[in-house]
């Protein structure tokens, strides 16, 4: 299925930094989620963001919702070793549809 | 956030054989819930959206007489890989979405993940 165009593909930072990465589409979503995924795992909801240029924060993630509805970034400030994983994108294109449609993720090496 | 827990987390099994693996969610009813499959290094690929009560719908590509879910209750869905073979080896992931008037509406919540080996 489609998926959304997620980048970086991999990160190699240096603990302390800062890291951003974003997700966009040819096609309007009306949610996005951001997901991270450590190995061998499941993912974990991070941000959900439901509004067209939402900025929302949890901790040292802040996450925004284009105002376009064809982006999304996500940032970490700070970065530390645990913020190790790979990062994935989710959206939905019809409001209220469960069905998510996933970038192809975003994996973040630090190193201390 | 609400949990959703997968059971096994991992399974070993000889060719041919088929294997069940089981979808809760625990401390919400979840009216639909998916399934999932991760190769190495890459996404998440939808197989099929399971409806609780109702027969699933299949992605395509994904063959429904190989990949059978059944989502009897609203807290539990399994996938049975029948007469798996070595390509079926896979990372399977479920998700659960709260069903409404749950306070969680939008969010979807994952499995821990079962890792399948079919020697």
Redesign the interface.
């Known amino acids: 299925g489609q998926q959304l165009n997620q980048s970086p593909q991999s990160m190699f930072i240096q603990e302390g930094e800062d890291v951003s990465m974003n997700c966009t589409s040819s096609s309007i979503f009306n949610t996005w989620l951001w997901y991270k995924q450590d190995p061998g795992e499941g993912p974990v909801l991070l941000i959900a963001l439901y509004k067209a240029g939402e900025l929302t924060s949890n901790g040292r993630l802040t996450a925004q919702f284009g105002i376009t509805r064809k982006d999304s970034f996500l940032n970490i400030s700070a970065s530390i070793p645990s913020d190790v994983g790979i990062y994935f994108c989710a959206g939905r294109r019809i409001q209220g549809a469960q069905k998510l449609v996933f970038g192809q993720g975003t994996r973040l090496t630090i190193n201390p | 956030?609400a949990v959703?827990s997968?059971h096994p987390s991992w399974v070993i099994c000889k060719s041919g054989t088929s294997v069940k693996i089981e979808c809760r969610s625990l401390d919400f009813q979840a009216t639909?819930m998916?399934w999932y499959r991760q190769f190495p290094?890459?996404?998440?690929?939808?197989m099929a959206?399971s409806n609780e009560g109702s027969k699933a719908t299949y992605?395509?590509g994904v063959e429904k007489d190989k990949f059978l879910i059944n989502h009897a209750s609203l807290t539990l869905s399994t996938l049975t890989v029948t007469s798996a073979h070595p390509e079926d080896s896979s990372?399977y992931?479920c998700?659960a979405?709260p069903a409404t008037g749950q306070g969680m509406a939008?969010?979807?919540?994952?499995?821990?993940?079962s890792?399948l080996t079919v020697l």
Not at chain 2, 106 to 113: H, T, V, W
Request: glycine share 14%; net charge neutral.
């Open positions: 956030g959703v997968q639909t998916f290094k890459k996404s998440l690929m939808l959206t992605e395509q990372f992931i998700s979405s939008g969010e979807l919540f994952f499995g821990e993940g890792r």
